[in-house]
Nanobody, 126 residues
Framework: QVQLVESGGGLVQAGGSLRLSCAAS????????MGWFRQAPGKEREFVAT????????YYADSVKGRFTISRDNAKNTVYLQMNSLKPEDTAVYYC???????????????????WGQGTQVTVSS
């Protein structure tokens, strides 16, 4: 079992930055690929970014590429999402997710993930 707790959300003006954190419980964090997803009101949950267990491989949604950076610190059991140049359309509840991986790969689909956090609200004002 893995428990995930997100933090770092809030209200920011367009063009600003936020860093989300996701703290994971358990001793095998380094064997999990991690992902960030978001869900805006009235919309489906969508993929944002993912990182392999080693951190060597990452992948981003086109909508955030070049603005967001995913990273992880396996010693701290934490994954991060640095969000720069935020836009009003980035407003959503952001969720982190974990999946037990058999190789150092990443995952982009919601159905592939086994564990989810409770989410943290990010609001970007124009």
């Amino acid at each position: 079992q893995v428990q995930l707790v997100e933090s770092g959300g809030g209200l920011v003006q367009a063009g600003g930055s936020l860093r989300l954190s996701c703290a994971a419980s358990g001793r095998t964090f380094s064997s999990y690929a991690m992902g960030w997803f978001r869900q805006a009101p009235g919309k489906e949950r969508e993929f944002v970014a993912t990182i392999s267990w080693s951190g060597d491989s990452t992948y981003y949604a086109d909508s955030v590429k070049g603005r967001f950076t995913i990273s992880r610190d396996n010693a701290k059991n934490t994954v991060y999402l640095q969000m720069n140049s935020l836009k009003p359309e980035d407003t959503a509840v952001y969720y982190c997710a974990a999946v037990g991986a058999h190789s150092d790969s990443y995952y982009v689909s919601t159905y592939e993930y086994d564990y989810w956090g409770q989410g943290t609200q990010v609001t970007v004002s124009s």
